[in-house]
């Protein structure tokens, strides 16, 4: 049903795209100096794009994958800005005129130049080895022909003058239009998100909103400043407005890289545990991310998943302080003050790290009572209760007994909501091979408050 949905969604930007080009051909190219200015425009931002690391979350989920987890191998994720393209394929969509004289293009023809544009640049993607980014180009083909077709026969009509005129109302009126496509751009991401992965739809719009408020209204402003410059100058005008988004865009990259890199540390750190042999192989990173994997299914936000991503993977840093090691590397058999003590050892760890304070504290109170913890730490004592009690095996007794236990500790050990989530994940990677459907437990009701001890301060 899912993957129908998603099909759906391609399926119509493709058709779409076809009519564009077909008539695009059959009529030929209407003022072809401004399609090729913005075509190339539109061709050099594709091709500096490039694919943002997913937000946390988007982990592969260890235990369902035979592959072995790679920190940097995630699927590609929704938010693959390229603010110039995206700039100058809305800027297009909204030209009106070119140095004071009408444009003709019209809808259809807006369609083609940003579609054969954008496959130019995603073709060299391609050769690269990124990926074809379907998703992201049906995005680019639907949220461009909204802004079009309502914007392109209103003003070739004249209605648009009539109502708003041409001074700062018009200015008003296209950056209303653009934040209506990008509010139905982050929708129609939230959606094809949701339909692949099937993770809950309103935590991953909640995502696509707050991530307007940064990149998305430079792009909405640039896009409007280049539809009017172009009005007025020309289209020197548009290299003269690219050059700043074009720099945001290098400075996304370098942004990009050095949270990968910083990801692949904390990453690497967490391996001390296994190559000292206090933990078995591979146990950290399957506690990460069966904890991410469960924190989407509570509708965490990213920022919420970054803070547990790091925590899972840190959480048996700990382990390091000891003289003797944990037999197996098991924390969850232990008695309760030798854990904690354990998890209070992990959190010095942590802060010596220079991680932020939030995952230090989720550290050193993964062993508390559940009652006492912050949502956080509950999801990470769970995830590692339940993979030390499945013990790396994969049979399907064992991690229904695993479940089992992990139910009969929910009067003081474990959150019954996050045992119920962890078994949904777990069973959702059986039913997608079923073919069956699942029925999300039904979550409890958090107040500010509960929501304000997600992520507690540092204490003291």
């Known amino acids: 049903m899912r993957a129908w949905g998603a099909w759906t969604v391609r399926a119509a930007a493709a058709a779409l795209t076809v009519v564009a080009l077909g008539h695009t051909l059959w009529n030929g190219v209407t003022e072809p100096g401004a399609a090729l200015s913005f ?24 235990p369902f994958h035979a592959g072995p987890f790679h920190p940097g191998s995630f699927h590609p994720g929704d938010r693959q800005p390229a603010p110039l393209g995206s700039a100058a394929a809305l800027a297009y969509a909204l030209l009106g005129q070119n140095a004071g004289r009408p444009t003709h293009h019209g809808v259809l023809q807006t369609v083609a130049v940003v579609v054969a544009a954008a496959l130019a640049g995603i073709a ?63 929708v129609l991401a939230a959606a094809l998100a949701g339909l692949r992965t099937g993770w809950p739809y309103g935590p991953l719009l909640r995502d696509e909103l707050r991530a307007l408020l940064g990149i998305g209204s430079a792009v909405c402003a640039t896009g409007v400043v280049m539809a ?50 206090y933990t078995r192989p591979g146990h950290a990173r399957r506690v990460a991310a069966l904890s991410c994997a469960v924190g989407r299914e509570l509708g965490l936000s990213e920022r919420e998943l970054t803070v547990l991503e790091y925590a899972a993977l840190m959480h048996d840093i700990g382990q390091l302080s000891l003289v003797d090691p944990v037999p197996a590397g098991a924390t969850a058999p232990l008695p309760p003050a030798e854990a904690r003590r354990i998890a ?18 989720v550290v050193e109170r993964q062993a508390d009572p559940y009652r006492d913890q912050p949502v956080l730490a509950r999801i990470v004592r769970t995830a590692n209760a339940y993979d030390d009690l499945v013990g790396g095996a994969r049979h399907p ?13 929910t009067g003081h050990d474990h959150h019954p909501e996050v045992v119920e989530c962890l078994a949904y994940v777990l069973r959702r990677n059986s039913s997608r091979r079923d073919g069956a459907r699942l029925e999300r437990p039904k979550r409890e009701a958090r107040g500010r408050g509960e929501r304000a001890r997600v992520v507690p301060g540092r204490p003291g």
């Open 39 to 62: 075509g190339i425009l539109i061709t050099i931002g594709e091709l500096a794009r490039r694919d943002s690391r997913a937000p946390a979350g988007y982990l592969r989920a260890g």
């Open 397 to 409: 007794g064992g991690s229904l007994a695993a479940l089992e236990q992990l139910r009969l500790g």
């Open 124 to 186: 060299v993607q391609v050769v690269r080895g990124h990926g074809p980014a379907v998703d992201h180009a049906a995005r680019r083909v639907l949220t461009v022909s909204f802004a079009a077709a309502c914007f392109q026969p209103l003003y070739n009509s004249g209605r648009l003058a009539q109502t708003v005129g041409l001074g700062p109302y018009l200015v008003l009126f296209l950056l209303f239009l653009l934040g209506l496509t990008a509010l139905c751009d982050a």
């Open 344 to 361: 209070a050892l992990g959190g010095e760890v942590a802060r010596q790290t220079g991680v932020p304070a939030e995952v230090a504290v």
């Open 228 to 277: 009017l410059g172009v009005a007025v100058a020309g289209l020197w005008a548009l290299p003269v407005l690219s050059v700043p988004l074009l720099l945001t865009q290098m400075s996304f990259r370098r942004i990009g890289a050095i949270r990968t890199t910083y990801r692949q540390t904390i990453t690497s750190l967490a391996r001390a545990t296994e190559i000292a042999g």
